[in-house]
């Protein structure tokens, strides 16, 4: 009889034990697993994202349509797939993102590759740019490489970004003729090189997702490092250094 207890006790020892182990391990999936949030206005194009990703194994937690929705949308996520494209502006959701919640990477997305726009995406905090149009098996990878921290970017634009680190890192002071060489900080840099391009404040203020008095206060320093009087001033001096 006692034998009989003890083995019954033993067989629902062995049964908690095995249950255990599974909770445990399902825990730990539940933790591994990411939570992603997806931001994309067009129906068609967002149930395909939501169906590449699930069938690599990665759920949904949540959908937006708006820049406004998906920054709302965004906090305890680990990853938010962004459309350039969204309403009320991609990568001003994307800027927003990334300075309110930095644990949460950010993927963009776009219909069509631009180096330009790539660009843009990285130097608003994006660590990902990826076209829509790319296998369905690529976008659940890109998410776990993000998890892993590293970059999701076609191999075909990562030259653009190297070029350009080598363009910023060479040009951080403008050598002027019969002059000491004046040292500017990247933003000012790159409200410079704007400025040649010939946009205006406002222009400016939206590529850099910068309010336009930030835009202004950045061109009053180039202006007085430069030392001269006008924006036109300043283009001419870079051209000619």
Same mark, same amino acid.
């Given at each position: 009889?006692?034998?009989?207890?003890?083995?019954?006790?033993?067989?629902?020892?062995?049964?908690?034990?095995?249950?255990?182990?599974?909770?445990?391990?399902?825990?730990?999936?539940?933790?591994?697993?990411?939570?992603?949030?997806?931001?994309?206005?067009?129906?068609?194009?967002?149930?395909?994202?939501?169906?590449?990703?699930?069938?690599?194994?990665?759920?949904? $937690?949540? &959908?937006? !349509?708006?820049? @406004? *929705? =998906?920054?709302?949308?965004?906090? /305890?996520?680990? #990853?938010?797939?962004?459309?350039?494209?969204?309403?009320?502006?991609?990568?001003?959701?994307?800027?927003?993102?990334?300075?309110?919640?930095?644990?949460?990477?950010?993927?963009?997305?776009?219909?069509? $590759?631009? &180096?330009? !726009?790539?660009? @843009? *995406? =990285?130097?608003?905090?994006?660590? /990902?740019?990826? #076209?829509?149009?790319?296998?369905?098996?690529?976008?659940?990878?890109?998410?776990?490489?993000?998890?892993?921290?590293?970059?999701?970017?076609?191999?075909?634009?990562?030259?653009?970004?190297?070029?350009?680190?080598? &363009?910023?890192?060479?040009?951080?002071? =403008?050598?002027?003729?019969?002059?000491?060489?004046?040292?500017?900080?990247?933003?000012?840099?790159?409200?410079?090189?704007?400025?040649?391009?010939?946009?205006?404040?406002?222009?400016?203020?939206?590529?850099?997702?910068?309010?336009?008095?930030?835009?202004?206060?950045?061109?009053?320093?180039?202006?007085?490092?430069?030392?001269?009087?006008?924006?036109?001033?300043?283009?001419?001096?870079?051209?000619?250094?």
């Amino acid at each position: 009889m006692r034998q009989g207890r003890t083995r019954e006790r033993r067989r629902r020892g062995e049964h908690l034990n095995a249950t255990d182990g599974k909770s445990a391990v399902s825990t730990r999936q539940r933790k591994s697993a990411p939570r992603v949030v997806l931001g994309e206005s067009d129906v068609a194009t967002r149930q395909g994202l939501r169906m590449a990703l699930e069938a690599g194994g990665i759920a949904v $937690a949540a &959908e937006a !349509e708006s820049a @406004d *929705a =998906v920054v709302e949308e965004v906090p /305890g996520s680990d #990853v938010c797939l962004i459309s350039v494209d969204l309403p009320g502006g991609g990568l001003r959701a994307a800027a927003a993102i990334v300075a309110e919640h930095p644990d949460t990477a950010v993927i963009v997305l776009t219909s069509a $590759a631009d &180096e330009e !726009e790539l660009v @843009d *995406a =990285v130097r608003v905090g994006a660590v /990902g740019y990826l #076209v829509t149009d790319m296998t369905p098996a690529g976008l659940p990878e890109a998410v776990r490489a993000v998890m892993r921290g590293e970059l999701a970017i076609p191999r075909a634009l990562t030259p653009v970004l190297a070029d350009r680190l080598r &363009e910023r890192l060479g040009r951080r002071q =403008v050598a002027l003729r019969g002059r000491p060489g004046v040292e500017l900080t990247t933003r000012e840099w790159e409200v410079l090189d704007l400025m040649c391009d010939g946009l205006s404040t406002r222009e400016i203020a939206g590529r850099l997702l910068i309010s336009e008095i930030t835009v202004r206060r950045h061109i009053s320093a180039v202006l007085k490092k430069l030392r001269v009087g006008s924006r036109r001033d300043a283009v001419k001096l870079l051209e000619t250094a």
